[in-house]
């Protein structure tokens, strides 16, 4: 009798409590919908809400949208799409790269970036032990088979129609996935607030720029998509000194050079200079290209923050 | 009074002493190199073209030659390689410094050719006011005109573009003007595309005629822009004629979202991962709600068991 009950009170719990674990979890699922459902029937009523910097406001019920669905902005709808009937790429050329570091400071100026984050950052490379050392400037690659996008659980990262991959910082919850898929090392992560946060706190957010940056979330080279819009060169390469950068649309076949404007062949540059992309064995199919540093315009003096090279 | 007069003994040695440093820190060509000559004529064609080259490799530094207009770098800036202070040095001296480089500026030996060079040299030496070097020498004197006028024949078929120059005389006629050198380019994204060739200089006629690359990609119909300039302004003014031709190949973008691909966000997903993972969820969640539906029966079985 007494082992009975004591069987009877275990069912007896374990049925109360499969009930109400599953029924919550169907009642959660629900309520979210109900709520948005009875938002949109109830006209006038405000609830009392808790904004990110800890201030109670009180909102119309009717402004309540459920965050998955709701209405992108302008500048991330546009953005997510791109622009019609562009395939961008970017030759680099190592053989006049001096370390002249005019581009990074340009990116970071853009980006809103403080002088240790790095959008684009020109590294100094030895392939083996008796090889010449060289420059090499390494923004995102841009990849057309992109790694990082595959990882990314929120859908925040992405490919455009125009070949780029954005972040959309809005989304992005610094889960940091795609950080460690990328071959690259092209993505940095923002661990504190970032530069002159205060100063652009008011700013509406560029989805093509990634400004302002949001700390908590991560943020990479973009092509400075916010210039393409408006043909202009991204800031990296109207900013070389030395002509290093090429950049145009592959549909065209045409690549301009941002220090001198002389538009050229992109096929034909390629060809003729045995241009290559950075690591094909892994099968991202960058959109960066590179031409290898022969016949250099300046001799390399290996030294990374050599003052003779800073100009 | 005598420390007055050690002092400044003392600061003018000083002076001095500074001064040499600094003359031992200037850019000196070897004496032997000083005595090369250039073998190219100060044609109008060679300084058209080493103006052209001038343009892409050693404006973004020294700017428009006698402009001043040269990026302001530190601690030495550019020189004006139109000024009468640069010119002072012989072909041979500008030549060794192009080819060597020094500090900021790059080396050219092997960046550009030795004609490119010479022609760059040629060009600088057309603003000299000295002329010591070389003497500008006009091949064709085209008759004083108006009303100058560039017209373009367009054949599709072999796609060949034809341009033909003229002007007006003072007596009336119409004369073909020889000798022009006229740039024909294609309208990219970022700049426009020169395509005229290495020699795009009016004939008797006052013709050019220009091979439009085979492969050159236009839009979806083929239509490409096409600017066909008086390469000079000095000439004749602005000469320009804009022209929407069909000379491209047609390409239609291929737009990367179109297909269903790994990298793709939710809504291109692949077919195939949509499924399984569908699949995947309901089967995991069938699971749940089985043993919860089991544990619901368990009284009553137990019950019907009594």
Known sequence: MKEETSNNSRRKFLKSVGITVGAAGVVSGFSLLGAAKAAAQEPGETVNLLTQDGQLVQVDKNQLRPTVTGPLTELQKRGREGIAGKSFVMVIDLSKCRNARKCM????????????????????????????PYFMPKPCQHCDNPPCTKVCPVDATFKRQDGIVLIDNERCIGCRFCIAACPYSARIFQWTEPKDA???KNLTYNIEANVPQKKGT???????????????????????????????????????????????RFSQLIKENAGYTLMPELGTKPRVYYLPPKNRAFEFNGDLLNEENLH | MKNAIKIIASLFLLFVFTASVVNAQKWQAPVLSKKKQNPYE?????????KKIYNINCKS?????TMGNMLPLQPVAPSDLGSQAFLIQTDGEIYYKVNKGNGAMPTFEKTLSDEDKWMVITYLRSFDQNKKESKKIVEVKNPEVTDVKLLLDINNENKRILANLTGVTAKGDRVALQGIELSVKVKRN?????????????????????QFPEDLPGDREGHVNLLVKVTDDAYYGEVIVDRIASLGIPTNPVNPLDERAMWGTRANAPIWIIFSYVGGVICIWGVIFLVLFQLIQLPKLAKNKE
């Open chain 2, 190 to 210: 970022f700049g426009y595309l020169d395509i005229s060739g290495d020699d795009a200089y009016t004939n008797e006629k006052g013709e050019v005629n220009v």
């Open chain 2, 61 to 65: 530094c020294h700017g428009d030659a």
């Open chain 2, 42 to 50: 100060a044609s109008t064609r060679n300084i058209s073209s080493g």
């Open chain 1, 105 to 132: 400071a340009a990116c970071q100026n853009h980006h809103q970036l403080r002088p240790d984050q790095h959008h684009i950052n020109v590294l100094q490379m030895q392939d083996a032990e008796h090889t010449a």
């Open chain 1, 218 to 264: 991560v943020s990479k080279c973009l092509f400075s998509a916010d210039r393409l819009r408006e043909n202009k060169l991204p800031s990296c390469v109207s900013s070389c000194p030395n002509g290093v950068y090429y950049f145009g649309d592959q549909n065209e076949d045409a690549v301009t050079n941002g220090t001198t404007h002389e538009t050229v």
């Open chain 1, 198 to 200: 205060e100063k652009y």
